[in-house]
């Protein structure tokens, strides 16, 4: 079975930076394309950047530039560097791996919030 454990979040005053990590763990297929999701009180959960095996990434348009994606394939792990943080990302985060048909796995999420 595979789990995936989120750490990194936080309160940071906007302008500050933190860095998100994913691990999994488990049997882990070698292509899968892992991310980070978020999610508001009353909003829907969204994407904010993925990464694939391969190297590839797609990130929101309201993250471009201020947040970066990267991943450990030997450690089976993700992050996310997030800058220049704005009180609108304040948010659940979520870490999500996904390797259809085999998982579509969440983490529990890492709450970040955005205040002065």
């Known amino acids: 079975q595979v789990q995936l454990v989120e750490s990194g979040g936080g309160l940071v005053q906007p302008g500050g930076s933190l860095r998100l990590s994913c691990a999994a763990s488990g049997s882990i297929f070698s292509i899968n394309t892992m991310g980070w999701y978020r999610q508001a009180p009353g909003k829907q959960r969204e994407l904010v950047a993925a990464?694939?095996?391969?190297?590839?990434?797609n990130y929101a348009d309201s993250v471009k530039g201020r947040f970066t994606i990267s991943r450990a394939n030997a450690k089976n792990a993700v992050y996310l560097q997030m800058n220049s943080l704005k009180p609108e990302d304040t948010a659940v985060y979520y870490c999500n791996l996904y390797a259809p048909p085999l998982y579509d796995t969440w983490g529990q999420g890492t709450q970040v919030t955005v205040s002065s």
């Open positions: 990464i694939t095996s391969g190297g590839d990434t």
